[in-house]
Each structure stands twice: as structure tokens, then as C-alpha cells.
């Protein structure tokens, strides 16, 4: 297996290398112990999931508060009769339908994809090491540990080389802890540096963070500013519901003198178009459909949200290396330093990648090209990589018997300032280039201070393989006002470099991130003006993220190594490499499994689909929830007959509401997303619902004074449907804009049904409509006409008064 170590600084070619004088390695459990603690139940069984069970799915989409509304609702009407009053009920079984199906498909998805992303830990078992699927460890299992490998279930250290591993994600501790044979370990912990291995003490529901994470791994719909608008707006409606159901009731029962049935249906005709039930519906199926869209591009969305959440940022931060810049690495030269001898230069750097058992890309650059041969130097010790101290060095028995000891890492970091060296070292890195210093240390790798006094002994130039999609991804951001910042632990001019050949803007000045101000205020100012920003430790990412959102930003990280970690976990949106440590996947929101930069346009602009566009229908929604409670109102208090059946506002709903808004739901839309939903989508909906309330009853009560006779309360309510249908259209012309050629077609598409409503007999019969005269119809027309424009006043007047 090879652990792929986190690209930062020129120093991460180092390395952490099995010390030559570790005890023998132990076999591990045997087949036939495995088998035995198989049979006895003892393995790490922890269903980890990736989405919510199919019970679960269906639970959530058929018991919700106002599917038992409707239901209620529904089963009156299936008594009082007759069935077409009742054809709403068929809607909200065809709709949860709908929505479970969605939701059932993501859910297969996210599962199969999970299955590729999944922790595969390195168990050694009969004295061989091989990867397993995390749920097949058993108790006793020897696991092995390297540079960011997740701990997957607790346990006591067995073996430790120089091992150090971070507990932050469980203790909030960010400094490492340094590991010895028998110290406790905890799942949820990662390993930062050396490497070993731990026997498992507690598997399955018993190890410390099996809670943790299986919850961190679970597909969840909570934490959404959309879905949490949404559900505050359903509160808000359903304290309405009641009072006006119980106005309705007496209104239609006693004031009007109805029979007992009639007041019913009537009740029920006022309150059923209150409730925006499909505005649920259409928030979760698009974002099971935004999960499948992404899954095909083998993105794995780990927390539903993060579609929305990365659809939400305006600052993008990255880490050079496994993002602008591919894993792999090639060694473009050796330079000898002070009359070095190349030979002696390339014995030790075959020495060095030799005792490497987890070699990085850099290391694997000067592997492939110095491979070891016979005669390599005998290991003695280590020094593992540390992102804070920015090089690792090794110590040898040479073949003349002679001790020596090397440190390999970044310049700017093992030299004294102003040492001449530094200025080869710097040209080179304005070409983009990476450099190593490979020097002898004046003292033992255990020394506090060991790199001081150290010998230049070479330059080792390293050139890194720019992602061929890194380019079009940084500039898509660039063109949707997204800021893009580099952070990385690499030399400043080296990362500006590589930027600048990106065409980053703002890479011509890269920022040392050493010289930034500790002041969180000032380092907020600093990095919010800067784009490029080199040496950065894994806690001045951390720091900076937090700067930058506590200046009122949204920032997602993306990065793949162990030294992302703390910046992923905080950040709003963490986006990790599949190719990355298992610590990152295991922070990380959303999980690229292609391994492809490029791929992050596709996920904000899935964000933005399903943000724009549910607030598009949201419009129509709670514009269609705000005239049916104004009419509610306005009945009670006139104290004359509900205008409408429940018959009517279904067919209305589903011409004008339902049927558009799936299609408006799912359409493109590149549209930046905004903060504040309920109060944008309210601005909109409450002049729109009062201008249709307000038409559609004086109209109502022109017809009432227009028509006499036994059935003039059917030719009323067709003339008020007439009215009420044509506004409705308006509003949905007016959600639908930009327009385009489908857009255009899908409003006339409804416009149409209604027509057919309106001429064909058997569906008049059916709906009890029909139009009355000339007059009356036409008044309808008339004052439709006259909402229409109130309606383009009062959208025009709202966007100017508070634009995006």
C-alpha cells in the first residue's frame, strides 16, 4: 500500500524512515484466530454509512406535518364527497412518491460511491500486510499505521518508529502526540508522522469515535440555510392554518347557513391551498437529483448541504500540490553545493529513498531516480517529517563504517538568512520550480536545535506536473466573482510561480506566510488582499480560514494531506482529493474520487441550480399561500361563501405550480447565490399574494352582484377561477424569466390545459366550471389585466428597491 505523504514545502521530500534497529515484526493474528473471532462476533461491524436508510427515507417523506394535514383533510372529503374535491390528496401520494424514488436513487449513488471511497486499512495478518475493508477488522487485529492514515478503531501501539498522531478532531488538542509500544490510541485520530502499527482493543460500537464516525459519513439534509428557511416558513403558515380553518368553518356553517357538507368542502377548499407542501417535495428532490448529477462525475457528497454550502462561497482556498499541481514529480537536477562529490551526493539520496517504507512524491521523484542497488547504507535513525518543522533527516551506517546523519527539507528553513545558496534556490523557484537542500547535520537527529550548523551539501530541483484543468477551473471562478487563494507550505515565489503560469490573478505577489501579523484582525486584511501565500503552517491554514470568515466570508478548502486537515474541518465547505489521507476524506464534505480540480465547477454550479432555482418556485409557492389565506380573511369578514371548491385550487396549483415548478426546479441556473432566502423569497411572494387575493375577490364580488338564480354561486366561482388562473400565469411568466424557448413553451403548455378545461363538457362537469355570459368573463379578463401590471410594479419596484 502506498501512503501518499502531504505535499507542502520544498521539505515534504522528506521522510520518516523505519529505524534499522527496530525489534522484529510481529506476524499478526493467524487465519485460523481471525476465523475464531469472526465466529465469536468480535469485528468492527459499524454500518458506515454514506446515506440514510430506506426506512428512513420513506419515514421522512411520508410523516411530515403537513402530509398528516392533507391526509386528514383528504379522508373528510372522501366522506363529506365528492371524489374530484379530493383530488388533492392524490397529488400528495403522487408527490411523496416522486420524492421517495429521488431520494432512493441518490441513496443507491451515494452508496456506491461510498464503496469506492471507502477506508481501506492495512491489517497484517500471518506476517503479510494487506488492505482490507475497514468493517472486516477483528479484535486483535495488528493495523499499521503511516503518514495519514486514519486510526479506523482504538487500540495500543505495537510498533512505533517516530510516530506522531494528531487527536484534534477529538480532543481539540492541534499539537501532535508522540506515540510509544503501549500508549492508547483512539479511532478518529490520524497519523502526522513516522509510522507503526497499534493491535485493535476495541472494535465495532465500542471504539471511541464509531459514533463520530458513522455520523461524520452519513448522508444528512440538516444545517441548511435553505431547508431551515423553508421549515421556518412552514411554522410560520401552519399557526395560520388553525384559526383560519376554524373562521372558515363557522363562517361557511352558520353565517351562510350551508349544509354541514357543503361548509366542509368549502373549509377544506380554503385551507388546502395554504400549505406549500410541495416546496419540500421539490427542496429534497433537487438535491437527490444534484447528488446523482454529481455522482456520475464520481464526486461524493458526504453531507447533502455541501452542495448548497459550496454554492454559498466567495472565497476558495487551495493547496498547491495535489490540486493546481499533480502528485507526481520529476527530478529535474542535482546540483552539488561547496565541492560536494556527485557520487557521495547520489549514495546518500539512494540511502535516503531506500529506508523510506512510505515514500511521497517528492521522495518518489529521487526513488525513481536514484534506485537503491547493492551496498545501500545501513539505517540507524529518523527524524519524520513535520509540516511545522518543514524537513526530516535520517541517520547511517556508511560502507566504510562511518556515522552520518542527513537532513533533507526546504532552504529557506535549514539555511541562515543571507546565505548566498538562497539566491540560486530563489531563481529557481520563480521558475516554479521545487527545491530540496539536502544537508549534513553538525548534530544527532535528537538534538533540539539539530538543523543549525547543518553542511549544504546539495540542491535537489524537483519539477512538478501542472493539472491540464487547472487553468479553465481557475478561471471559471474568476468569471462567477469567486476569489481563489493559494495556500500552500511550499516556498512563496515557488507557489507564485506555478500560479502565474495558471494566469492566477494577484500571483505576481506572493506572501510569506511567516511575515504574516499574528493579530487575527490583521491577518484577516492581509490574506483577504493577497491570492498566493507560501511556508504556511497546518495551523496558520487553520488561522487564516477563520480570518477570512470571521470578515464575513464563505470559504471552502480544498486539499488532500494531512496538513489540510485543521483548515478542512473548519472551513465552511471542506473538499478533499479521493486519492488524499483518509484523515482528510474523513473531514471533508464533499470527496473527489476522480481526483480532478475540475470537477468543482460542476458541484458549485449544482449548488447554484438547486439554490436559484428553489427560491424561483418558492415565489410561486408561498405567493399561491398567501392569497389563499387573504381570501380566507376577506370571506370571513365579507361573511359570504368560500369562492372555491378544492377542486378548483388543485387544478389551479398543479397548472400553475406544480407541474412548472418541477421543470423550474430542475433547470440550469448559474445564477450567484444569495444569502437571507425567507426574507428575499417573502419580498416577492406578499405583494404578489395580496395583488392576487385582492383581484380574485373583486372579481368574486362583481360576479356576485352580476349574477342572480339558483346556481349563480357556480358561474361566481368560475369567474373568480378565471381570474385567479390568469394572475397565477403571470406569476409563473414572471418566475420564469429569462426566458427560453422551453421556459415560453411551458407557460403556454399551461395556459392551454386550462383552455381544455374550459371548452371540454365532461371536464367542466367535472371541475364546476363554466363560464357564464360575456360580461362577467371578460371582467374577469379585465381585472386579471389590471393585477398583471400591478404585478410588474410591484416586481420591478422590489428589485430596485433592494437589489442582489
Known amino acids: 500500500m502506498t501512503h501518499r505523504i502531504p505535499e507542502g514545502p520544498p521539505a515534504e521530500g522528506a521522510l520518516g524512515m523505519a529505524s534499522g534497529s527496530a525489534p522484529a515484526r510481529s506476524p499478526g493474528l493467524s487465519a485460523t484466530e481471525v476465523a475464531e473471532r469472526v465466529a465469536r462476533g468480535e469485528v468492527n461491524d459499524i454500518p458506515v454509512r454514506s446515506s440514510r436508510s430506506t426506512a428512513d427515507i420513506v419515514r421522512a417523506n411520508v410523516f411530515t406535518r403537513f402530509n398528516a394535514i392533507i391526509g386528514i383533510l383528504f379522508l373528510i372529503i372522501l366522506v363529506v364527497g365528492p371524489i374530484q374535491d379530493g383530488l388533492f390528496g392524490f397529488v400528495i401520494v403522487a408527490n411523496t412518491g416522486i420524492g421517495i424514488i429521488q431520494e432512493l436513487r441518490a441513496k443507491r449513488t451515494l452508496d456506491n460511491l461510498a464503496v469506492i471511497g471507502e477506508s481501506r486499512p492495512t491489517v497484517r495478518r500471518d506476517g503479510t500486510s494487506a488492505e482490507i475493508p475497514t468493517g472486516e477488522i477483528v479484535l486483535g487485529d495488528l493495523v499499521e499505521l503511516a503518514p495519514g492514515d486514519k486510526c479506523v478503531v482504538d487500540g495500543v501501539v505495537a510498533e512505533a518508529d517516530s510516530l506522531e498522531v494528531d487527536e484534534s478532531l477529538l480532543t481539540g488538542e492541534a499539537d501532535p502526540v508522540v506515540k510509544q509500544p503501549g500508549d492508547k490510541i483512539m479511532s478518529g485520530s490520524f497519523v502526522v508522522a513516522g509510522s507503526g502499527a497499534f493491535t485493535a482493543t476495541k472494535v465495532g460500537r465500542e471504539a471511541y469515535a464509531a459514533q463520530l464516525a458513522e ?134 539520496l539512494t540511502a535516503l529513498g531506500a529506508s523510506e517504507a512510505h515514500p511521497n512524491a517528492s521522495l518518489q521523484a529521487i526513488i525513481e531516480a536514484y534506485p537503491a542497488g547493492d551496498g545501500v547504507w545501513e539505517c540507524t535513525g529518523t527524524l519524520p517529517f513535520s509540516s511545522a518543522r518543514k524537513y526530516s533527516g535520517a541517520s547511517f551506517t556508511e560502507s566504510d563504517g562511518t556515522d552520518s546523519a542527513w537532513l533533507l527539507g526546504a532552504p529557506d528553513v535549514l539555511l541562515g538568512k543571507g546565505d548566498p545558496i538562497l539566491g540560486d534556490v530563489d531563481r529557481l523557484d520563480r521558475e516554479g520550480l521545487r527545491v530540496l537542500l539536502l544537508a549534513r547535520a553538525a548534530h544527532p537527529l535528537d538534538a533540539p536545535h539539530v538543523a543549525e550548523g547543518a553542511t549544504p551539501t546539495a540542491l535537489v530541483v524537483l519539477e512538478q506536473r501542472l493539472r491540464p484543468d487547472a487553468s479553465a477551473t481557475l478561471e471559471y471562478f474568476a468569471e462567477q466573482n469567486v476569489q481563489t487563494k493559494v495556500i500552500s507550505g511550499d516556498n512563496a515565489v515557488s507557489v507564485g510561480a506555478v500560479a502565474g503560469k495558471l494566469e492566477l490573478p494577484g500571483a505576481e505577489a506572493p506572501v510569506d506566510a511567516r511575515k504574516l501579523p499574528e493579530d487575527p484582525e490583521e491577518m484577516g486584511r492581509r490574506v483577504e488582499d493577497g491570492a498566493v501565500f507560501g511556508r504556511v503552517t497546518p495551523q496558520q491554514k487553520r488561522d487564516m480560514v477563520g480570518a477570512l470568515q470571521a470578515r464575513g466570508h464563505n470559504v471552502a478548502m480544498t486539499g488532500d494531506g494531512v496538513n489540510d486537515v485543521l483548515a478542512l ?220 401590471v400591478l404585478l410588474e410594479i410591484a416586481w420591478r419596484w422590489v428589485a430596485r428597491k433592494f437589489p442582489a
Open 215 to 348: 455520523e461524520a459519513s452519513r448522508f444528512t439534509l440538516v444545517h441548511s440555510e435553505l431547508r431551515s428557511g423553508i421549515s421556518q416558513i412552514l411554522k410560520y403558515i401552519t399557526w395560520m392554518m388553525v384559526p383560519a380553518a376554524i373562521g372558515l368553518i363557522v363562517s361557511q356553517l352558520v353565517v351562510e347557513d350551508h349544509g354541514l357538507d357543503e361548509a366542509i368542502r368549502r373549509m377544506v377548499g380554503g385551507i388546502v391551498p395554504m400549505v406549500p407542501e410541495g416546496l419540500v417535495l421539490l427542496t429534497s428532490v433537487a438535491f437527490a437529483i444534484g447528488v446523482i448529477r454529481l455522482g456520475r462525475k464520481q464526486c461524493l457528497v458526504q453531507e447533502l448541504p455541501a452542495i448548497e454550502g459550496l454554492a454559498r462561497v466567495d472565497v476558495v482556498c487551495l493547496d498547491k500540490t495535489g490540486t493546481l499541481t499533480e502528485g507526481g514529480m520529476d527530478v529535474r537536477e542535482v546540483r552539488p553545493l561547496q565541492g560536494a562529490d556527485s557520487a557521495t551526493v547520489g549514495r546518500v
Open 569 to 788: 474541518k473548519d472551513a465552511d465547505i471542506g473538499v478533499s482529493m479521493g486519492s488524499g489521507s483518509e484523515a482528510t476524506k474523513a473531514v471533508a464534505q464533499i470527496v473527489l474520487l476522480n481526483n480532478s480540480f475540475a470537477t468543482l465547477p460542476s458541484v458549485v454550479g449544482e449548488g447554484r441550480r438547486v439554490i436559484g432555482n428553489i427560491e424561483r418556485v418558492a415565489n410561486l409557492f408561498l405567493t399561491k399561500t398567501v392569497y389563499s389565506v387573504l381570501l380566507a380573511l376577506l370571506v370571513i369578514c365579507w361573511q359570504i361563501p368560500y369562492p372555491f371548491l378544492p377542486r378548483h385550487l388543485t387544478l389551479l396549483s398543479t397548472l400553475t405550480i406544480g407541474v412548472p415548478a418541477f421543470f423550474l426546479a430542475l433547470a440550469p441556473n448559474k445564477e450567484r447565490a444569495k444569502p437571507h432566502f425567507v426574507r428575499r423569497v417573502m419580498r416577492y411572494a406578499i405583494p404578489s399574494g395580496v395583488i392576487a387575493g385582492i383581484a380574485t375577490f373583486t372579481t368574486y364580488l362583481l360576479a356576485r352582484h352580476h349574477y342572480r338564480g339558483e346556481n349563480a354561486l357556480d358561474a361566481e366561482t368560475s369567474a373568480a377561477t378565471l381570474t385567479l388562473f390568469l394572475i397565477a400565469m403571470w406569476v409563473l411568466a414572471i418566475v420564469a424569466r429569462p426566458y427560453t424557448w422551453w421556459r415560453v413553451g411551458l407557460v403556454l403548455t399551461m395556459g392551454a390545459g386550462f383552455l381544455i378545461v374550459l371548452v371540454t363538457p365532461w371536464l367542466q362537469d367535472f371541475f364546476a366550471l363554466k363560464l357564464v355570459g360575456t360580461t362577467m368573463p371578460w371582467g374577469a379578463v379585465g381585472v386579471a389585466a389590471v393585477a398583471a
